[in-house]
């Protein structure tokens, strides 16, 4: 269910966030306090173990997911997304590319005619195309951009944001 705030964008702004180790959540905490905009974590069906995680191992989970182009993990909540006109989509980077949990959050969801932004942890890649390729699935989005915040102050995803949805 999200969490309501007031909103300081002209836009009514939700943030949906998926994070696996606590550091995404904490930048959509950030984030949504930053511009006034609800929240709603995008909970996995079946939790993450530390084990799912392990980079290193190319039969965890989270690698042979990020293998699969079809791979869609379940989701255990919904969210209504029909009185948003913006949805920020935070995540981690995993291999280079979105978890593919958020793939299918985008495909259950109606983002026809919002506007998307992407805000990203790493631990070493960047954003690169993991925003437009999810753009892709989201049937009638209009991506208006994205960029890793794995640091940076409130102040500075406030200005961000704002600027992308002006």
């Given at each position: 269910m999200a969490t309501i705030l007031s909103t300081s964008l002209s836009a009514k702004t939700i943030v949906c966030y998926f994070s696996a180790t606590g550091t995404t959540k904490a930048l959509?905490?950030?984030?949504?306090?930053?511009?006034?905009?609800?929240?709603?974590?995008?909970?996995?069906?079946?939790?993450?173990?530390?084990?799912?995680l392990n980079w290193?191992?190319?039969?965890?989970?989270?690698s042979i997911e990020s293998n699969d182009p079809k791979s869609r993990p379940a989701i255990a909540n919904k969210v209504d997304l029909t009185s948003y006109d913006a949805v920020i989509l935070a995540y981690p980077i995993w291999w280079g590319l979105a978890p593919k949990i958020l793939y299918t959050f985008v495909e259950q969801n109606n983002l026809n005619g919002k506007k998307v932004v992407a805000?990203?942890?790493?631990?070493?890649?960047?954003?690169?195309?993991?925003?437009?390729?999810?753009?892709?699935?989201?049937?009638?989005s209009i991506y208006k951009g994205g960029k890793d915040f794995t640091?940076?102050?409130?102040?500075?995803?406030?200005?961000?944001?704002?600027?992308?949805l002006k």
């Amino acid at each position: 269910m999200a969490t309501i705030l007031s909103t300081s964008l002209s836009a009514k702004t939700i943030v949906c966030y998926f994070s696996a180790t606590g550091t995404t959540k904490a930048l959509a905490e950030k984030t949504a306090k930053a511009i006034g905009a609800d929240l709603h974590e995008i909970q996995p069906a079946q939790t993450y173990s530390s084990d799912d995680l392990n980079w290193h191992n190319s039969k965890s989970r989270s690698s042979i997911e990020s293998n699969d182009p079809k791979s869609r993990p379940a989701i255990a909540n919904k969210v209504d997304l029909t009185s948003y006109d913006a949805v920020i989509l935070a995540y981690p980077i995993w291999w280079g590319l979105a978890p593919k949990i958020l793939y299918t959050f985008v495909e259950q969801n109606n983002l026809n005619g919002k506007k998307v932004v992407a805000l990203v942890t790493s631990g070493g890649s960047e954003l690169g195309r993991s925003g437009t390729d999810l753009c892709k699935y989201a049937k009638g989005s209009i991506y208006k951009g994205g960029k890793d915040f794995t640091s940076g102050s409130a102040e500075e995803i406030k200005k961000f944001v704002e600027k992308l949805l002006k």
